[in-house]
């Protein structure tokens, strides 16, 4: 069973950093484009990051450019966003799921995503 599980979320002081995992069972990540995306209350989910079909580039969204950083770990078989800088616009549910880079939607099975709160 294809699977992909977040951690890392929490609260934080704006200007603060955190680094999300995305840990996926099942199947072998670097086959695959991953992304993260993320959901604040009464918005629509939006793409933040996406690894490229190729996997050679990682694609941002606008908003994140310069703070938030995609990496991935194939011998953990996880892929992590490191998000530095931190602002209250940040604040949303973060979720993995696979990732169309050249739209930045994801598709597949979502989970249960983790809680990221800048906050002070």
């Known amino acids: 069973q294809l699977q992909l599980v977040e951690s890392g979320g929490g609260l934080v002081q704006p200007g603060g950093s955190l680094r999300l995992s995305c840990a996926a069972s099942?199947?072998?990540?670097?086959?695959?484009?991953i992304g993260w995306f993320r959901q604040a209350p009464g918005k629509e989910r939006e793409g933040v990051s996406c690894?490229?079909?190729?996997?050679?580039?990682?694609k941002y969204a606008d908003s994140v450019k310069g703070r938030f950083t995609m990496s991935r770990d194939n011998a953990k078989n996880t892929v992590y966003l490191q998000m530095n800088s931190l602002k209250p616009g940040d604040t949303a549910v973060y979720y993995c799921?696979?990732?169309?880079?050249?739209?930045?939607?994801?598709?597949?099975?979502w989970g249960q995503g983790t809680q990221v709160t800048v906050s002070s």
């Open positions: 099942g199947f072998t990540l670097d086959f695959y484009a």
């Open positions: 799921a696979f990732c169309d880079a050249a739209t930045m939607t994801g598709f597949g099975s």
């Open positions: 690894f490229s079909n190729s996997g050679r580039s990682t």
